[in-house]
């Protein structure tokens, strides 16, 4: 071999070891980036726990120096433990030859420490022996914080969800099948926790409240927000129906969704209501009873007032006709007929038969003038009469069941309570004004407001008689206030109403009459609302009058709604 081939293989072997620490340094600088980059703190540490070397983030946790923990044993370094741990994931490592993880704290020189998980895997020498482990170190102090809560907020859901009042039950989505319920609950059905668990939600309700996979409650609860309540019934292991108001909203647990549902049991709120209606029925019943009571009161005294007329009437007949000389006539007669032989010297020769003939003359003009009186008190009491019979025709129909719509008139209707109430405004000398301005007829409950109209203008009367106003007017007025509503406006100009008075005065009793028993506006208003509609009063204070207004419903006789418009049928 000659020098030149020598040089050769000397280059290329320089070459290669050249090229070989090339390498080498390539893998340092990779392992030292990787050392100082990694998301880990990385411990490398020898078969007797000694610490040959860490990273940055493993010196920034323990917060000391890098160099401080070489040769230094990583059990007293990382725990400030004298022996060896009994959780060390290191010796496992070592003996397994795999990955081994442990959870432990990290406790600093400071005595601070902080939740840590290490995972270990063992490295080995030239000859493949383990020569140690390299600790890969995370800070899992926040996720073992997040852990605590979450345990605790479980537990005090567990509490809440176990103490709660009202009944909790908790159903698959998908299935329906119910995953929980707490004690509440049991009670509210009346059956074992074995009972309900594994079972489909139908369980809990009568059978009339589904007819699909789901009951309608459930499928709407799916469907709704979560704020949504909805009331219906469940069923109890005896058969027993129960009203419950359910709000319902979607949950997450263990990644499944799951509807949970809060049952309120309102049985007995729903019995006291149904008693409310009843009493509050029976008291819109005497109360409509009280006002009827009222509108008869009004007639009797409209009745009464007729009859004193009447009364009048006939004693002024009476009087007239005892005083009539029918009486005298007789005695005339009875002497010509005692000188029927003897008329003409009877007549013109007797002091008293001469003046016969011109005393028959004047009776003639007196008995005529008698008549005329007479006949016109009979017209009068005739009049009187028929009006007597209006006012119990009126009553009559008046008492008819309510309820009943009937086509016509609002003026016919105003009339109606005028004539009931005429006889006696007329006594007080009460001048009333009609104005109605639409003239269509209406389907209405005519009974219902002739009972509210007599009673506002009897309201209206007392008001006008504790006036000292001298001209006394009421005025009843009626129109189309929109195509949907018609008014009826009773205004005079009385005494007025205080503004303390003002709220008070559609109250059940509340009266400021002495003889009043504040029946009348109350039953008024009752009756307003029974047909879709309202009673208001205003007025400006004492002395100014007042002016009630009835809106109700505009229902036009052969009339239909086209497009929010009414259109007339002909």
Known sequence: ????????QQNQKTIAHNGQEKELLDINQLFEGFMSSTIFAIAIIDKNHKIIRVNPLFAKYFKKPIESFVGKYCYLESEKSEYICSHCPGIKAMISGKTEVAETQGVRDDGSHFDARICAVPFYNSDNEVAGFIEMVEDITKVKQDEARLIESEEKYRKQFEGALDAIFLADTETGILIDCNQAALKLVGREKT??????????????????????????????????????????????????????????????????????????????????????????????????????????????????????????????????????????????????????????????????????????LLLTQEQQDVVEKLKTLIEDINHIKTIINMQQEYTKVLGAEVTITIEHVIESALRINQASLKRHNIRFVKECTDLDEVNINKNSVIQILVNLIANAKNALLESDVIDKVLTIRSYNHDDKHLRIEVTDNGVGISQENLTKLFQHGFTTRKDGHGFGLHSSILAAKEMNGSLTVHSEGLGHGATFTLELPLKLANTCWIDDKPIKIS
């Open 195 to 364: 009972e309900i668990i594994g079972q489909h939600q139908r369980i809990l309700h009568p059978s009339d409240t589904f007819d699909g996979k789901f009951t309608k409650e459930f499928e709407e609860h799916l469907r709704c927000d979560e704020n949504k309540v909805i009331e219906t019934k469940v069923i109890t292991r005896d058969g027993e129906n129960k009203d419950v108001a359910i709000k319902a909203c979607v949950i997450e647990i263990n990644g499944e969704k799951v509807l949970q549902g809060i049952f309120r049991d309102i049985t007995e709120n729903k019995q006291k209501e149904r008693e409310f209606q009843k009493v509050q029925e029976e008291l819109i019943e005497a109360s409509r009873r009280a006002g009827m009571a009222e509108v008869a009161a009004d007639v009797l005294h409209n009745v009464g007032n007729v009859l004193n007329s009447i009364n009048v009437t006939t004693t002024l007949i009476k009087d007239t006709l005892s005083k009539s000389e029918i009486s005298n006539l007789k005695k005339v007669t009875d002497m010509i007929e005692g000188q029927l032989g003897n008329l003409d010297e009877f007549f013109n020769n007797d002091p008293k038969g001469k003046h016969i003939p011109a005393y028959l003359k004047e009776v003639v």
């Open 1 to 8: 071999m000659n020098f030149n081939t020598l040089e050769n």
